[in-house]
């Protein structure tokens, strides 16, 4: 499925990203005109235990089916710039949906922007792909992809200088990957999305004092964050910090937290979500239009 757009990331527009005008495509499963369904009928005298689940059956993408798909893409689409790839449900063999990357991958070599999401990853093959090809690469989202780890991330960290936005939350990143991210793109990274992941007080202290300019952070439920990275947050490194968000992050004690948004002034804060048993009051430091999140239950709070 083609599109003219891709939907604008409120933060991402708010530091005048936007999208270039010259097009987008989201690809689910690959073809889904492909896809096939086949259903029971419904008639009068046919069982309906067969039908209850209105479950699809899906046929397998012939090879043709996908070169014209991507004939068509080239010649229609010449200058896309950013992709949404879903998990093709009409192809099973990981070789093929391999090589469909690849070949995308080849044939738009420009992209800036790349959503990985929701395409399952059984090795490191696919990152390796996008690594080896996709140079100008600004923005990659694998979000809630578990399979991948710092042998999948590293080399697109490493190969990938143009990268600014970075959403691995959900995956099993570790400080490699995070020191990494310190030598390769501590001149360019404004958004991390770093949540769930298994990262070090330690290494994420070195992050806000190398990365300087980032402007939105996202490092809910990293569980092993402390004061030590609290206080290692200092407005005058990270001047453009627009977002913070630390939900589920247990081991900031009030005293890191004075110190940290109380004797600090932090100019263009706008949203700060954080767990910690102390007050509004020893957030004086954040405007007074900011959003304060103190100790949200849920991810909606």
Partial sequence: MLSESLPHSVSGSSWGGGVSGLGAMNISGVVNGANIPTRQSNAPGHSSNASQSNAYLYHEVSEGTVLRMHQFMERFCPNILEAVIKNPTGISSHSRRLGILTRLFQAYPRLEKLDLSDFIMWDTQPLQVVSEQLRMLSSLDVTNR?????????????????????????????????????????????????????????????????????????????????????????????????????????????????????????????YLRIRAKCSREEFSGIPVRAVLKLNSTTILD
């Avoid at 992050?207 to 290692?232: G, I």
Wanted: with cysteine; glycine share 4%.
């Fill in 146 to 270: 578990v399979e991948l780890g710092d042998t999948d991330l590293l080399p697109v960290v490493e190969s990938c200088p143009r990268l600014k936005e970075l959403r691995i939350r959900a995956t099993n990143a570790t400080d490699v990957t995070i020191h990494g991210i310190i030598n390769n793109l501590s001149h360019l990274l404004v958004r991390l999305n770093i949540g769930g992941c298994p990262v070090s007080s330690a290494a994420m202290a070195e992050l806000v004092t190398k990365c300087t300019r980032l402007r939105v952070l996202q490092t809910w439920s990293c569980l092993r964050l402390d004061d030590a990275f609290l206080l290692a947050l200092d407005p005058r490194i990270l001047t453009d910090m627009q977002v913070l968000d630390l939900m589920d992050v247990q081991k900031f004690s009030v005293e890191a937290v004075r110190q940290t948004f109380g004797q600090q002034t932090w100019p263009h804060l706008k």
